[in-house]
């Protein structure tokens, strides 16, 4: 397999840490949506990431149709490891949770923060790249508050975020907040069940290799692979 990804998209890390904890091997290419590859687009028209190319080299688009196939082919197998419940109410909360934090989290906070500390940096101008917009930093800065807030009160009401094991929706979460706290932008003194169910969730061996990411113009915090903060 072939996973069509960019390091700091919490979609593509979704599907990496959804790859990893089935035991899944794929190699990994990195894609820069702006330049809208033809060879890219011919498997993806919509020019959005992540694309998995799986068996016979069929193109899977999206995080959330890769993660339903990912579960159909694999989670049904791996039994006690399956990462949706067996439960249909069960399941509807665990999608529920993977949308808000690849979705809502994305679009709320993630994707402008990527954007203008990172992406901007790799851009040419004529196609966005420059300076970052501070107006937009400081609107996804504010956003961040109410997801923390809303994060850590599932983690402290229930074992896992979505079902009573772990599941889809904790790696979203995941995913998503790895990201933020590469970068730094997460004040975990204020919200302890979150910083502990994180803590739970970048012990796994499915996280190595995202604590292992490094993005050329942009340090982690120190604490970013520190199993324990």
């Not at 149709?65 to 949706?84: H, N, Q, S």
């Not at 508050?145 to 809303?150: A, G, N, T």
């Amino acid at each position: 397999m072939i996973l069509h990804h960019m390091p700091m998209s919490a979609p593509c890390r979704f599907v990496r840490l959804l790859l990893a904890e089935y035991g899944v091997e794929a190699q990994l290419h990195e894609e820069r949506p702006w330049e809208r590859r033809p060879e890219f687009l011919a498997m993806n028209p919509a020019g959005t990431i992540p694309v998995l190319v799986a068996e016979a080299g069929v193109p899977l688009s999206g995080a959330h149709p890769i993660a339903e196939y990912l579960d159909e082919t694999r989670g049904v197998m791996a039994r006690e490891r399956r990462l949706m419940p067996d439960y249909p109410l069960e399941r509807a909360e665990v999608r529920r949770l993977v949308d808000w934090f690849i979705v809502k989290l994305e679009a709320d906070v993630t994707r402008a923060l990527v954007r203008e500390r990172i992406d901007k940096l790799a851009m040419p101008a004529e196609l966005g790249g420059g300076a970052p917009d501070s107006g937009a930093m400081r609107a996804a800065r504010a956003n961040i508050r109410q997801h923390l807030r809303y994060l850590n009160w599932l983690a402290g009401t229930r074992d896992w975020l979505g079902a009573p094991s772990i599941s889809a929706a904790d790696i979203a979460a995941g995913a998503a907040v790895s990201i933020l706290d590469y970068m730094g932008e997460i004040d975990w003194s204020g919200v302890p069940q979150a910083r502990d169910w994180y803590t739970r969730m970048k012990s796994r061996p499915s996280f190595r290799p995202l604590l292992a990411d490094r993005v050329r113009g942009l340090t982690p915090v120190s604490h970013y692979a520190d199993l324990d903060f």
